[in-house]
């Protein structure tokens, strides 16, 4: 499986092999004692971990436009000074304790995630990114800690449960902002990646409950809307719930963030909003490449299909069965150790949601699996 990373389309996932190396290097200049400025003060955490970065990248070899630790490098100098700590220390967690590549890898790759979604609201005229907006008490209904999935929601989404459990939580927000149109109240925007693992395959309750807290949110007046952008693997049972057209949040707009074969991103919605959106959805014109058009035109035809379970299934029903190869970890990516298994494991999943989306756009009909 190793050469099978050298397809065309692998470069995305080459790179989280060459960020295993680098992280490991930054490792051990965090360790060693720095020598001080020309005034004669010790560098500061953050000038230490932004320098060490940029020389380990380029002896890496590794293209500054497309690294995850360049992109951060970056990406920091677009957040408030008074913020940037906050990703910093985050950043540097990663060099404490015995923690496995595949955690770094994810870590890393979620503080990118976020960092590119706040850049991106800093130049759009109609919200406003407010560093000053704190975490807040909220009361909702939802299900208590030990909840499975069967008693949430049934395999076809058909039969939902109602939440019951009366909770209070606090409730923070990823990419803090004000809509223009309604700057009185904050705008819950919430950024998840699970590259290298499924969203809301592990304690069911806890990332059902918190989508119910954000709608409660909205219904009480407290928020002004709610958006979750979702990139990587998503857990069949939550994409089940959340499509179901008698899914208990009608104030919360789901945006998928999907990699593309030529490396581009696009994004479209799961799940609308009866309330405010942050319209985030691409726009088809800006894509050239002629297997990205492919798959974007399986995915509209996907969303337009009149089983909502065509798409649940393209993104998240994977068997070894629809692999020509045994595909290591596949029902368990959390259990991944390294950058090379996590790199296959990424490639694997995005290839085989490409070629479905292809199949239908070439045929009208969906794989057979």
């Known amino acids: 499986m190793a050469e099978r990373i050298r397809h065309k389309h692998a470069t995305y996932f080459e790179k989280a092999i060459a960020y295993g190396t680098a992280l490991k290097r930054i490792e051990a200049v965090l360790k060693t004692p720095q020598p001080p400025l020309k005034e004669g003060r010790l560098l500061t955490e953050s000038k230490l971990l932004n320098r060490s970065l940029t020389k380990i990248l380029y002896q890496e070899n590794i293209p500054t436009h497309s690294s995850l630790l360049t992109e951060y490098n ?114 819950i925007y919430e950024v998840k990646d699970a590259q290298g693992s499924k969203y809301g395959s592990h304690n069911p309750s806890k990332r059902v409950n918190q989508l119910l807290k954000y709608d409660a949110a909205v219904a009480t007046g407290v928020a002004s809307g709610v958006t ?88 998240s029903h994977f068997t070894q069965d629809d692999f020509e190869e045994n595909v290591p970890f596949l029902n368990a990516p959390d259990k991944v150790r390294n950058f090379e298994d996590l790199a296959n494991y990424q490639y694997e999943i995005a290839a085989k949601i490409w070629e479905r989306f292809q199949y239908l756009a070439d045929n009208g009909v969906p794989l057979s699996y």
Request: net charge positive.
């Open 74 to 187: 970056s990406l920091i100098e677009a957040v408030p000074k008074p913020i940037r700590k906050r990703y910093v220390n985050r950043l540097m967690s990663l060099t404490k304790g015995h923690i496995d590549e595949r955690v770094k890898m994810q870590n890393l790759s979620g503080v990118v995630f976020e960092l590119k979604r706040i850049k991106e609201m800093l130049t759009r005229s109609d919200v406003i990114v407010d560093f000053n907006i704190n975490p807040f008490r909220m009361e909702f209904e939802g299900f208590d800690e030990w909840t499975r999935w069967d008693h949430i929601v049934n395999e076809n989404g058909k039969n939902i449960r109602k939440p019951r459990q009366k909770l209070t939580h606090d409730l923070e927000i990823d990419v803090p902002l004000r809509l223009k149109s309604d700057p009185g109240k904050p705008y």
């Open 228 to 315: 979750v952008e979702i990139k990587g693997r998503i857990g069949e049972e939550i994409l089940t719930w959340i499509m179901s057209p008698k899914n208990p949040l009608p104030n919360v707009e789901v945006v998928y963030a999907m990699l593309l074969p030529s490396g581009e991103e696009y994004r479209f919605v799961l799940k609308p909003s009866s309330s405010a959106s942050l319209e985030l959805e691409s726009q088809d014109g800006q894509y050239k490449n002629t297997q990205d058009i492919k798959v974007i035109r399986g995915i509209k035809i996907a969303m337009a299909h009149k089983d909502r379970a065509l798409v649940r299934k393209i993104l």
